[in-house]
């Protein structure tokens, strides 16, 4: 394998209720990345009852953060399964430690930062639904299911996610603040890091779909 394959390693960052769902799927649909989600590998592994999937859930039921050792061996070992395909990272890496043992597998091309203001993000989440066992995620405002109050797909019930309240909102988007930080200056510092900063998902698309065809012009090796 040469340089000539095009091979883009590529991570999506933002808060809960930023669009980062929503435009992860639009970036991989559009320029057919490989994507992966830590929310819906973690889901998965809950839902087949592996070892990490146990003891992801006990950290999620304690309302804890899953460990990084976790999160990081469960997304490296997804990983070397898409050896040969360009991806996108949702969810992951969310801490300095994850950022820094991705660095030591791969190297990351882009980083697409979300930056969507704190109000906007307080009223997406408050008008969100999800189905509990996909994790298919809905927005009465831009996203609303066909039926209301049911998942296109399976017709069952939507619920409200237990830390969607205004109270846990706000704690949520403090952790996940604090959490990234360091990981935006650690990508900054790499010169990888594009931030993209507006209120509606789609008027943020066009940019990043033309920072995605500047990336994928570039010729990349593929990673170890």
């Known amino acids: 394998m040469g340089a000539s394959r095009q091979l883009l390693r590529a991570v999506i960052l933002g808060s809960p209720g930023s669009g980062k769902h929503t435009l992860s799927l639009r970036i991989t649909k559009h320029f057919q990345l490989k994507r992966l989600s830590s929310g819906d590998l973690l889901r998965d592994n809950v839902l087949r009852d ?3 999937g146990v003891l992801a859930n006990d950290f999620m039921s304690q309302g804890k ?3 990084d050792d976790l999160m990081t061996h ?3 070992q997804e990983l070397k399964n898409l050896t040969q395909y360009s991806w996108l990272l949702c969810g992951f890496p969310r801490t300095l430690p994850q950022a820094k043992a991705l660095d030591r597998v791969h190297q990351i091309h882009l980083v697409i930062n979300l930056n969507v203001p704190f109000e906007v993000i307080m009223q997406r989440l408050a008008a969100r639904w999800v189905h509990p066992a996909s994790g298919r995620v809905y927005n009465l405002e831009f996203n609303p299911p066909k039926v209301d109050g049911m998942d296109d797909l399976t017709g069952e019930p939507l619920v409200k996610r237990e830390d ?3 109270v846990t909102l706000i704690k949520r988007l403090k ?3 604090d959490q990234t930080k360091p990981v935006l200056e650690h990508y900054q510092k790499k010169g990888v890091l594009e931030t993209f900063s507006g209120r509606e998902t789609n008027k943020l698309w066009p940019y ?5 065809q500047t990336k994928l012009t570039q010729k990349y090796q593929p990673s170890p």
């Open 50 to 52: 592996t070892e990490i």
């Open 208 to 212: 990043i779909h033309a920072c995605m």
């Open 74 to 76: 469960l997304t490296l």
């Open 175 to 177: 952790a996940y603040e």
């Open 164 to 166: 969607d309240t205004p």
């Open 65 to 67: 953060l899953i460990p």
